[in-house]
Each structure stands twice: as C-alpha cells, then as structure tokens.
C-alpha cells in the first residue's frame, strides 16, 4: 500500500510558471525525498529533508515539510518544457527497514 | 561513474513461465532494492538487500525472490507468470547500510505479460 498521497494527480502548467505538488503521508517518518521521473523510465533523485527540517532548497526547487500535519509540498519555481515528468514523493519510515513507501505521483506537463 | 544498470530493458513472456532481471549498483554501492511499478497500484517496495542478505520484503507472494552475490550485483525472479506481472521493474542502488538516503535507480526493466 502506498504510504504518500499526492495532489494534484495531474498539472499542466505554462512555462514560467510556478508548479505545486503536494504529498500527504500517514506514519513518522526519518526523511521525506521527492523524485522525478520522464515517461517510463527511472526515477531521479531530486531532495531530502528530514523529519527536523521545516523547508530545504535546491536550485529552482523548494520543499516543505510540516510533520504534525505529515505533509511535504515541492515547487518548482520558472518552470521550463524539460521539468515535464511525473514526480514522487517517497517516506522513509521509522521502523520500516531500509525501504522507500512512494506516493502515486503528480504528472507536471509544462506547455512551452 | 557508470550508473544501475539494469538487464534486459524489454522483455516479453508468456503466462507460467519465469523471468530473471539482473542489476547491477554503482560501484561501491552495497544495498540493493528493487520496486514494481505499474499505472494500477504505482510503486510498491519488492525487497532490499545488503551484503548478500535480504533486509526487507514487501508484501509480495513467494513467486517473487531475489538474490545478491559478492560483488553486490543483485538479480530477482518471478515464476509461474501471470498476466498481472506485467510492470516496470525498477533496481535501486545506495550506498551505506543506515538510514535510507537517496536511491539510484536504473533505468529498469519493462515485462509484458501475455
């Protein structure tokens, strides 16, 4: 069962725009990451922050995590064509071994 | 440094036969994981391994094993094929045995199951 659940399922955006993606998830968790994926292929990394961080950035990407509402939002700032993919959030949960639990994915279509 | 490789990219099998995927880490990457996706139930978690040793099993029938040799290369099998197999199989590789941090993925491995 997925642990995350991602909102909105599908965006479509202008380019230079800003896109939303928000994950919602149901046990304490150690890190929360968030992971791109272009059409049928595999996932990439993009961020960790961890359960004592409330906001992390990273080049046009910004997360948010708020733990008591076990909620994580990403955004990416000046969208362009080639930020069009599928993006995950995936938890890492306490005591749930050394495994990822993904959400089902919010689809960024970004219109040039 | 050469990223998971994962073998074949594309396969084809019919319903009651048996599938191996093979994949292989970064270099000096000890944990290996592997996940299904499909577009009805997403990402599910298959199994972890460290050192030769599973870790961590998801919630799969015992159609599905996997293994990891010396060298840290992994590989996982699913017999008696069913039609609801048909996914990407995703091999993930990190680097230490502690709490989960980033995962490199592969590009996977495609089965279609007729």
């Known amino acids: 069962s997925q642990q995350g659940e991602e909102d909105p399922q599908a965006l479509s955006i202008q380019e230079g725009e800003n896109a939303t993606m928000n994950c919602s998830y149901k046990?304490?968790?150690?890190?929360l990451q968030w992971y791109r994926q272009n059409s049928g292929r595999g996932l990439v990394h993009l961020i960790l922050?961890?359960?004592?961080?409330r906001e992390k950035h990273s080049g046009r990407l910004r997360v948010t995590l708020d733990t008591s509402k076990k909620s994580s939002s990403l955004l990416i700032t000046a969208s362009r064509a080639a930020d069009t993919a599928s993006y995950f959030c995936?938890?890492?949960?306490?005591?749930?071994?050394?495994?990822?639990?993904f959400g089902g994915g919010t689809r960024l279509m970004v219109k040039p | 440094k050469a990223g998971v490789t994962q073998t074949p990219r594309y396969l084809i099998k019919t319903r009651g036969q048996q599938v191996t995927l093979s994949c292989s880490p970064i270099?000096?990457?000890?944990?290996v994981s592997w996940y299904q996706q499909t577009p009805g139930q997403g990402l599910q978690f298959l199994f972890e391994?460290?050192?030769?040793?599973?870790?961590n099993k998801g919630n799969f029938p015992g159609r599905f094993s996997g293994r990891q040799f010396s060298n840290s290369r992994s590989e996982m099998n699913v017999s008696t094929l069913e039609l609801g197999d048909s996914a990407l199989y995703l091999c993930?590789?990190?680097?230490?045995?502690?709490?989960?941090?980033?995962?490199?993925f592969g590009e996977g491995s495609r089965l279609t199951v007729l």
């Open positions: 993930a590789s990190r680097q230490a045995g502690g709490n989960t941090g980033e995962l490199f």
């Open positions: 046990t304490s968790i150690n890190n």
């Open positions: 922050i961890r359960s004592n961080e």
């Open positions: 995936a938890t890492d949960a306490n005591n749930a071994g050394n495994m990822l639990t």
């Open positions: 270099s000096g990457h000890r944990s």
């Open positions: 391994y460290f050192s030769e040793t599973q870790r």
